[in-house]
């Protein structure tokens, strides 16, 4: 690995270091690959940011025509797997389903070619879930369909609208990656130790999964349920924090100030015809009201989640698919960081700070 490190460039490279997107809090920036994320999500397929982010990782240009092509072809031979997947899609939790029957697949040891067997496979996998879960067939992807329509068929089980497959793109492509977040370095680590990149995305659904990360869309729309009109945002939400819960889809880690993904996704939303969106700004003025009341030193506005709900949900996707759906985006992005961490080639081992007690002599 070392001598991996030295003939790729990439020595004295800390692991931390990454070319694939920058997060600038402060400012509420994205920068992926080099481009502002909103320009990207409103003028990318999602093949096109794929071949984006998957080029920074692996400095080597993959063209976007051909990634197409080869994630059709990874789509069709996905839904030919789903006969050997057991009993994953039966899973109740969708980032379960994703997570089970992404394990099924076989790592080659080439990281560009199990990077497409993975995009290509997490579509099918999570859609074939979502339709078995609501009782409904399958339905297999079509040749010639991008990777967005495609998605979007395979759930709704029929062509979609030319908007709501452009929405669904815009958010895949805004959610394609993130900086250091918990899932992309839990695939980091994985990689580090010379794994495979089957593994590393395993291991990344598992970390996605939580509600602290990717899980709280389908909470979201929950709220926006419970709350229904804006008159009631301000005492529900109050009541949601004297019950010491969290409002979901409001702060974030790195971003002090409103997430840029979330302007991005109102954007993507407006063609879309939904009564949800002004209800969500309502409760999004609300929220950071009442959390800048209660918190004047900690800024907390609306992250990426809180939009994504509406979006999603106008698309029709039903709500236990929003978080496997970030996977969908999201697992672009972990396979350029497996591309990149497998360039440095250094193992990630933080030390730990030992607090207990020492043995008596
Ligand atoms: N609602 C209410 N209070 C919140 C809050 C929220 N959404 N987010 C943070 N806080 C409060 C915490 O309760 C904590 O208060 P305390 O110091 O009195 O205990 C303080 O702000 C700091 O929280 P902490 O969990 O340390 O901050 P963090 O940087 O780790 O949190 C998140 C980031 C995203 C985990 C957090 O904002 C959160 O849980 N948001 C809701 C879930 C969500 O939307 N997740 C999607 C993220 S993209």
Do not use: C
């Amino acid at each position: 690995m070392a001598s991996e490190a030295k003939s790729s460039g990439l020595e004295g490279v800390n692991a931390a270091d990454t070319a694939i997107s920058h997060v600038d809090g402060e400012q509420g920036r994205l920068v992926i690959a080099g481009a502002d994320a909103e320009q990207l999500a409103l003028t990318a397929t999602f093949e096109q940011a794929a071949a984006r982010v998957l080029s920074a990782g692996g400095a080597l240009a993959v063209d976007p025509v051909e990634l197409a092509t080869q994630l059709a072809l990874a789509r069709a031979s996905a839904w030919e797997a789903l006969p050997r997947l057991g009993d994953a899609l039966d899973a109740t939790d969708g980032m379960e389903a994703l997570r089970a029957g992404l394990a099924h697949l076989w790592a080659s040891g080439d990281d560009r070619a199990d990077a497409v067997t993975a995009i290509g496979a997490a579509p099918v996998f999570v859609a074939a879930w979502s339709r078995k879960h609501r009782g409904l067939q399958p339905v297999p992807p079509t040749p010639g369909l991008d990777h967005a329509t495609d998605y979007l068929k395979m759930t709704i089980g029929a062509p979609p609208s030319p908007a709501a497959a452009r929405a669904l793109g815009a958010y895949l492509v805004t959610v394609i990656d993130h900086g250091m977040n918990a899932s992309t370095f839990t695939a980091r680590v994985v990689t580090s130790t010379a794994s495979d990149l089957i593994s590393a995305v395993v291991a990344a659904v598992g970390a996605l999964k939580g509600p602290l990360h990717g899980g709280a869309p389908g909470p979201v729309l929950d709220m926006l349920d419970a709350i229904g009109t804006p008159a009631n945002a301000e005492t529900w939400l109050l009541g949601e924090l004297a019950a010491g819960r969290r409002i979901m889809g409001m702060g974030h880690r790195i971003y002090r100030v409103r997430d840029p993904r979330a302007a991005v996704l109102e954007l993507a939303i407006k063609p879309l015809s939904t009564d949800r969106l002004a209800l969500a700004r309502a409760v999004e003025t609300a929220a950071a009201k009442i959390l800048r009341e209660r918190k004047p030193d900690r800024p907390m506005a609306a992250n990426v989640e809180f939009y994504t709900a509406v979006l999603l949900d106008a698309v029709g996707l039903p709500r236990e698919q929003f978080s496997p759906t970030f996977g969908v985006g999201r697992i672009a992005g972990w396979s350029a960081h497996v591309l990149e961490q497998r360039r440095v080639g250094k193992l990630i081992r933080p030390a730990s700070t030992y607090i207990g007690p020492m043995p008596q002599l």
